[in-house]
């Protein structure tokens, strides 16, 4: 209606020969016009900042001075000359791989739980999800510090049994186990999807298992989690990203320094430090560049392995 | 419905938008407000906001505009406003970075302010003013002068039944001092003293007693591994004979003064600043006192020096440069100014300020004030401003070094060695950079 309104009205745009077009504004300008607010932040708060961290990764910008050209100098020097870049990558590559597991299992455990038809659902999932919205906060520093500390709740516990435990968070070999405890205490936004695809399987499908004389334990294995695996499969994708992105709990509990002897230096602390404390922002931004291909490979390897373990209900 | 908008009347209505943004923006800058930036708690705040009213007033200009964080939140924040060019007009600086933004053009050479008459330094300490230079060019006005300092429990050491370490004290009284809290096991197992081994300002007051200073005014490192390898020694000897808390506990204190180790019973004494003695005393209920870093032995000296706490330091970019510089005397110079700030950001550098301030200070501001001049020969000349990685050095160098020694992954020897390898590689990337 629209569209007819303004070709009768301006019969010009069309002799010049840009009626497509200019028939494509007229129809969505006001669209477009209400996008304009995203449009501008979009382009100007994300996508301008991430193509100037691209060229900047190629530069010594120092924050102070202007930047200047070095070639791939800053990506070079990652790979042969950084001790604290495999470093942090290690203790990086550790968190990962310990603490998105443990997440994604103890998450799945309490949504079964969660899943019986109690009574009093709603309290309890949300006092499951609690720990989730606390996130890295400085009370979460101290709170962990009383529990992991020398004379912390975890050594109170462990004394009943005549167990003298170290200062689990103060020592280099146990700290960032701390950490991957603290990330898997957070699990409340997997917890929450699990439920949700839960509530999705039938549950005739119990039934008819059940009647068939399946144990609890087998219609788990057969039933429950081959129909979870996209559920499990999208929370595992999810988590990964956040784990590699992993920064706040490391910085509030080490007070930004990754310590002791940089058992928890993630590898977002090391790039803030680099950027911020040490004003190398071009070789941050050769770090930052580098952890966006490192994620983007693990993600594509996920979906590409994907076909032979997750099973699309249709 | 038809709501239309063509792609003329479009772009006059952005237009018509940006060129409002435009236009708004002149008006900003019209508005002579300077713009303040510095590091400190609320009485810090309450202090300095409280002067740049009175500034306001004296001198009929707008009240100036201020913004304060935490330490270690100011200089991401203030690096990033100098890269967007925004940076504030007058913002305060330390010690350890002014060269660093000296050299980077970023701060205002403040010479021709001193010379026009603007800038009033005529009864202000001449070491301060030192201080304050880089490169010869003044970039820097000292907001006061402290010293390195180990503040002690007094409490603690009456707990024990000694008496606190003396002016003057040395390394070689460690292990009696130390034997005798460990014989008493005051509060769950309290130590002596604080492991100092990774604190940067303790083994700069070492290596100077030993004649040498940590960077050389070119930016060399100071020290040899032979140097550093007995510093690592030495500590590693406290921490096996138990004069200082474990590696474990150390690790605790992230260096506020909520988890030092007077705040969390782990040691009676800790290295600090003389102007610090306040903030400590706010959150320990033990009262507490202040006295030298330790001699290495009772005839040398030396280690320590007069250092300015922190600085008021100029954009380069500001648009009112006259303006700040008008502030920045009157902030240093005024005696009603100097009486609201008294000894907060430490001793007052203008000799007439400092004499209407004294007699206005308690007991504990008394030692504060004090301190500095009762160091006699402990007190040595004031070394050039630390190298661009000085900073760099300390936190992922010396730090990390001093965790490993003392959890035994790193011998002292190992230590010494890859320390003076990793700085001067360090200083060396720097300096090309």
Same mark, same amino acid.
Not at chain 2, 171 to 190: D, T, W
Not at chain 2, 356 to 369: F, G, K, R, T
Not at chain 2, 387 to 397: R, V
């Given at each position: 209606?629209?569209?007819?309104?303004?070709?009768?009205?301006?019969?010009?745009?069309?002799?010049?020969?840009?009626?497509?077009?200019?028939?494509?504004?007229?129809?969505?300008?006001?669209?477009?016009?209400?996008?304009?607010?995203?449009?501008?932040?979009?382009?100007?708060?994300?996508?301008?900042?991430?193509?100037?961290?691209?060229?900047?990764?190629?530069?010594?910008?120092?924050?102070?001075?202007?930047?200047?050209?070095?070639?791939?100098?800053?990506?070079?020097?990652?790979?042969?000359?950084?001790?604290?870049?495999?470093?942090?990558?290690?203790?990086?590559?550790?968190?990962?791989?310990?603490?998105?597991?443990?997440?994604?299992?103890?998450?799945?455990?309490?949504?079964?739980?969660?899943?019986?038809?109690?009574?009093?659902?709603?309290?309890?999932?949300?006092?499951?999800?609690?720990?989730?919205?606390?996130?890295?906060?400085?009370?979460?520093?101290?709170?962990?510090?009383?529990?992991?500390?020398?004379?912390?709740?975890?050594?109170?516990?462990?004394?009943?049994?005549?167990?003298?435990?170290?200062?689990?968070?103060?020592?280099?070999?146990?700290?960032?186990?701390?950490?991957?405890?603290?990330?898997?205490?957070?699990?409340?936004?997997?917890?929450?999807?699990?439920?949700?695809?839960?509530?999705?399987?039938?549950?005739?499908?119990?039934?008819?298992?059940?009647?068939?004389?399946?144990?609890?334990?087998?219609?788990?294995?057969?039933?429950?989690?081959?129909?979870?695996?996209?559920?499990?499969?999208?929370?595992?994708?999810?988590?990964?990203?956040?784990?590699?992105?992993?920064?706040?709990?490391?910085?509030?509990?080490?007070?930004?320094?990754?310590?002791?002897?940089?058992?928890?230096?993630?590898?977002?602390?090391?790039?803030?430090?680099?950027?911020?404390?040490?004003?190398?922002?071009?070789?941050?931004?050769?770090?930052?560049?580098?952890?966006?291909?490192?994620?983007?490979?693990?993600?594509?390897?996920?979906?590409?392995?994907?076909?032979?373990?997750?099973?699309?209900?249709? | 419905?038809?709501?239309?908008?063509?792609?003329?009347?479009?772009?006059?209505?952005?237009?018509?938008?940006?060129?409002?943004?435009?236009?708004?923006?002149?008006?900003?800058?019209?508005?002579?407000?300077?713009?303040?930036?510095?590091?400190?708690?609320?009485?810090?705040?309450?202090?300095?906001?409280?002067?740049?009213?009175?500034?306001?007033?004296?001198?009929?200009?707008?009240?100036?505009?201020?913004?304060?964080?935490?330490?270690?939140?100011?200089?991401?924040?203030?690096?990033?406003?100098?890269?967007?060019?925004?940076?504030?007009?007058?913002?305060?600086?330390?010690?350890?970075?002014?060269?660093?933004?000296?050299?980077?053009?970023?701060?205002?050479?403040?010479?021709?302010?001193?010379?026009?008459?603007?800038?009033?330094?005529?009864?202000?300490?001449?070491?301060?003013?030192?201080?304050?230079?880089?490169?010869?060019?003044?970039?820097?006005?000292?907001?006061?002068?402290?010293?390195?300092?180990?503040?002690?429990?007094?409490?603690?050491?009456?707990?024990?039944?000694?008496?606190?370490?003396?002016?003057?004290?040395?390394?070689?009284?460690?292990?009696?001092?130390?034997?005798?809290?460990?014989?008493?096991?005051?509060?769950?197992?309290?130590?002596?003293?604080?492991?100092?081994?990774?604190?940067?300002?303790?083994?700069?007051?070492?290596?100077?007693?030993?004649?040498?200073?940590?960077?050389?005014?070119?930016?060399?490192?100071?020290?040899?591994?032979?140097?550093?390898?007995?510093?690592?020694?030495?500590?590693?000897?406290?921490?096996?004979?138990?004069?200082?808390?474990?590696?474990?506990? $150390?690790? %605790? +204190? *992230?260096?506020?003064? #909520?988890?030092?180790?007077? @705040?969390?019973?782990?040691?009676?004494?800790?290295?600090?600043?003389?102007?610090?003695?306040?903030?400590?005393?706010?959150?320990?209920?033990?009262?507490?006192?202040?006295?030298?870093?330790?001699?290495?032995?009772?005839?040398?000296?030396?280690?320590?020096?007069?250092?300015?706490?922190?600085?008021?330091?100029?954009?380069?970019?500001?648009?009112?440069?006259?303006?700040?510089?008008?502030?920045?005397?009157?902030?240093?110079?005024?005696?009603?100014?100097?009486?609201?700030?008294?000894?907060?950001?430490?001793?007052?550098?203008?000799?007439?300020?400092?004499?209407?301030?004294?007699?206005?200070?308690?007991?504990?501001?008394?030692?504060?004030?004090?301190?500095?001049?009762?160091?006699?020969?402990?007190?040595?000349?004031?070394?050039?401003?630390?190298?661009?990685?000085?900073?760099?050095?300390?936190? $992922?160098? %010396? +730090? *990390?070094?001093?965790? #490993?020694?003392?959890?035994? @992954?790193?011998?002292?020897?190992?230590?010494?060695?890859?320390?003076?390898?990793?700085?001067?590689?360090?200083?060396?990337?720097?300096?090309?950079?």
């Amino acid at each position: 209606m629209t569209a007819r309104a303004v070709e009768a009205s301006a019969p010009v745009g069309r002799e010049t020969g840009t009626s497509f077009w200019s028939r494509a504004w007229q129809n969505h300008a006001p669209g477009y016009l209400f996008l304009l607010p995203w449009f501008i932040g979009f382009f100007g708060l994300t996508i301008g900042p991430i193509l100037t961290s691209f060229y900047l990764s190629f530069t010594d910008f120092d924050l102070l001075t202007s930047p200047d050209w070095v070639g791939a100098d800053n990506y070079i020097r990652m790979f042969t000359n950084d001790r604290n870049f495999a470093a942090s990558m290690r203790v990086t590559l550790v968190f990962v791989v310990f603490s998105v597991p443990m997440k994604l299992a103890f998450a799945l455990c309490i949504a079964m739980l969660l899943n019986r038809g109690m009574r009093g659902l709603p309290v309890y999932r949300a006092l499951f999800y609690l720990p989730s919205l606390l996130g890295a906060s400085v009370a979460i520093a101290i709170l962990w510090r009383t529990i992991f500390a020398r004379d912390g709740l975890v050594n109170d516990f462990l004394s009943i049994f005549g167990i003298a435990g170290p200062s689990w968070i103060s020592n280099p070999r146990t700290s960032l186990w701390t950490l991957i405890i603290l990330s898997v205490w957070q699990f409340g936004s997997p917890m929450i999807i699990f439920l949700a695809g839960l509530r999705q399987i039938p549950a005739d499908m119990y039934e008819a298992a059940s009647l068939d004389g399946a144990s609890k334990w087998r219609q788990f294995w057969k039933i429950t989690l081959p129909l979870l695996t996209p559920v499990v499969f999208f929370n595992a994708i999810i988590q990964t990203i956040e784990a590699f992105k992993s920064f706040t709990p490391a910085f509030i509990i080490s007070s930004g320094q990754g310590g002791p002897i940089n058992s928890t230096l993630f590898y977002t602390l090391y790039l803030y430090n680099e950027a911020f404390a040490f004003f190398r922002m071009g070789y941050a931004s050769a770090l930052a560049w580098f952890l966006l291909l490192l994620i983007a490979c693990f993600t594509a390897f996920s979906f590409l392995t994907s076909r032979f373990w997750v099973h699309y209900d249709d | 419905m038809t709501f239309r908008v063509d792609r003329r009347q479009f772009l006059m209505g952005s237009t018509a938008l940006l060129a409002a943004a435009g236009i708004a923006r002149p008006t900003f800058a019209q508005a002579e407000a300077l713009r303040l930036y510095w590091w400190g708690g609320q009485t810090r705040a309450d202090r300095t906001i409280a002067v740049a009213d009175l500034w306001a007033k004296a001198k009929n200009a707008t009240v100036p505009t201020g913004e304060f964080g935490s330490f270690p939140d100011h200089w991401p924040k203030l690096a990033t406003m100098v890269a967007g060019g925004n940076a504030p007009d007058v913002y305060q600086m330390d010690y350890r970075f002014i060269a660093e933004y000296a050299n980077r053009k970023a701060t205002q050479p403040l010479d021709e302010f001193v010379a026009s008459g603007v800038l009033k330094l005529d009864d202000f300490d001449k070491d301060q003013i030192e201080g304050g230079r880089v490169n010869g060019e003044l970039h820097g006005i000292s907001l006061g002068a402290n010293s390195v300092a180990a503040i002690y429990s007094q409490t603690a050491f009456d707990e024990v039944g000694i008496a606190a370490p003396k002016l003057g004290w040395s390394y070689e009284e460690v292990p009696e001092f130390a034997e005798a809290f460990l014989s008493k096991n005051i509060r769950g197992g309290m130590k002596f003293m604080s492991d100092g081994s990774s604190s940067e300002p303790a083994l700069d007051n070492w290596i100077r007693q030993r004649g040498k200073p940590l960077y050389t005014p070119e930016g060399k490192l100071g020290p040899n591994a032979d140097d550093i390898t007995e510093w690592f020694a030495m500590w590693k000897g406290f921490l096996d004979k138990g004069y200082i808390p474990s590696a474990e506990d $150390s690790a %605790l +204190d *992230v260096d506020t003064p #909520e988890t030092s180790m007077i @705040a969390t019973n782990k040691a009676a004494i800790i290295f600090s600043n003389s102007n610090q003695l306040v903030v400590h005393q706010s959150v320990n209920k033990d009262k507490l006192g202040m006295v030298n870093y330790p001699r290495i032995s009772p005839s040398t000296g030396g280690g320590h020096y007069r250092k300015p706490s922190m600085f008021w330091s100029m954009a380069a970019t500001s648009g009112q440069k006259e303006l700040a510089a008008d502030f920045i005397s009157f902030f240093i110079n005024d005696l009603e100014a100097g009486k609201i700030l008294q000894v907060e950001r430490g001793i007052p550098c203008a000799a007439a300020v400092r004499d209407v301030v004294a007699p206005l200070l308690d007991e504990q501001n008394q030692v504060s004030l004090n301190f500095v001049s009762s160091l006699g020969d402990l007190l040595g000349p004031l070394p050039a401003s630390p190298p661009n990685a000085a900073g760099e050095i300390d936190q $992922s160098l %010396l +730090d *990390v070094l001093a965790d #490993e020694v003392a959890f035994g @992954a790193r011998t002292p020897e190992d230590a010494g060695k890859f320390f003076v390898e990793e700085a001067t590689a360090i200083l060396e990337r720097a300096k090309s950079a």
